[in-house]
Every structure is written in C-alpha cells, then in structure tokens.
C-alpha cells in the first residue's frame, strides 16, 4: 500500500505538488492559531479617570456687589467675591478715616450681595453733640460743626491738624479773598491738603 501511495505521489505535477504543500502549511497554521486563541489571557483592567472637559470644572466665585460709606476715605460700590469680609470692605475704600469708630462694626462678618457696610463716626461722642450745644464759633443749625468763616483762630485750632500757624492763614485768607463758597474751598489755602480735608470735611461749614 506504501508503494501504492509513493507511486500516485510520483504521478503529480511539480504544480499539483505546490498546491498540496500549501494546503499543508494552511492547515497546520489554523491548528497553530485555533490552539494560540484557546489558551486562556491575563485581562487588563484599567483606571478610568474623570473627564476634564468644562463640565468638571470648579464654578468660579459670586460675585458681590456692595455699597461702602461713612468714615472710610473713598466711600462707593464696590465689587468683592464670596468669603470676603467687612475688613476687606473696608481696606477696598482706602481705610477707614481719622474719627471712624471700628468698634461699632464686627470686622469679621462676611459680607453679603446688595448690603451697605457704613463706617461710623466717634465725632459726636467726642465733641458731646448730642447735648444739642453749639461749638464756639459754629452757626446754631450746624450743630457741632465750626463754621469756617466765622470762628477764630483759637476756635479753628481745635479741629484736627489746624495748629496756630494754619489757623493765622485761614483767618488771613478769608480776610483777603472774602469768605469760604463752600467747605471744600477750604483747600485753597496752603498748608491744608487732601488728608487734612477728608478729616476737617465733617467738622466744619460755612
């Protein structure tokens, strides 16, 4: 039968015998590849991480808008972000004044869209307005206030920063250019600026 098959074998073409060879290859290659997928794998298990598209983004702090007055040097709206406080208020409006009275506010509190932080004065408890007496030297509707075309030089003195010599030339301005329009005319004489104003402006009239 050996010889049999050696002869039908001896039969073939070259041609006829290439094609059985690659029938061959073919099908030891499928058993190779059929045994290599049933051998069992490792599974590879992987850590999804959270997306950092514009949906996981950290919303941005509220704004918040609030009104600071009184004895503060530049009194006016404000815009401020949560967890800001009432010191910070306070230091936005360029510090408080020379007669604000902090005791009379809680420094710490937060503060709240739309609400007004008002920085009092201690110039009535100071001065004793509250008696309802006149100030030397101040007109009877002002009050406590010095009225600056009318009061003396000891009078003048008694305002904060206006020694004897700033007091003179008060006096000697209005002697010569008239009596002061308004408050803030006040300015025109020399020796008073811009700090000495923001602490005499609540004090005096004319």
Known sequence: MG?????????LTGRELAALAAVGVLVVA????WYARSLPRAVQVRESLPSAGP??????PA????HVAGEVRRPGVY??????RVVDAIKAAHG??????????NLAAPLTDGEQVLVPSDVGAATGS??????????????????????????????????????????????????FPTVDSLDD??????????????LITV
């Open 79 to 84: 815009e401020f972000q949560t967890g800001d």
């Open 55 to 60: 949906s996981q983004a950290s919303p941005s």
């Open 130 to 179: 509250g008696s309802g007496a006149p100030v030397p030297g101040s007109s009877g509707a002002a009050g406590a206030l010095i009225n600056i075309n009318t009061a003396s030089e000891s009078e003048l003195e008694q305002l904060p920063g206006i020694g004897p010599v700033l007091a003179q030339r008060i006096v000697d301005y209005r002697t010569e250019h008239g009596p």
């Open 30 to 33: 499928g058993a190779g590849l």
């Open 63 to 66: 704004l918040l808008v609030v």
């Open 96 to 105: 408080p004044r020379k007669h604000a009275n902090l005791d009379g506010l």
């Open 189 to 202: 004489v020399s020796g008073i600026g811009p700090a000495t104003m923001d602490d005499l402006r609540e």
């Open 3 to 11: 010889g049999s098959l050696r002869d039908r074998l001896a039969e």
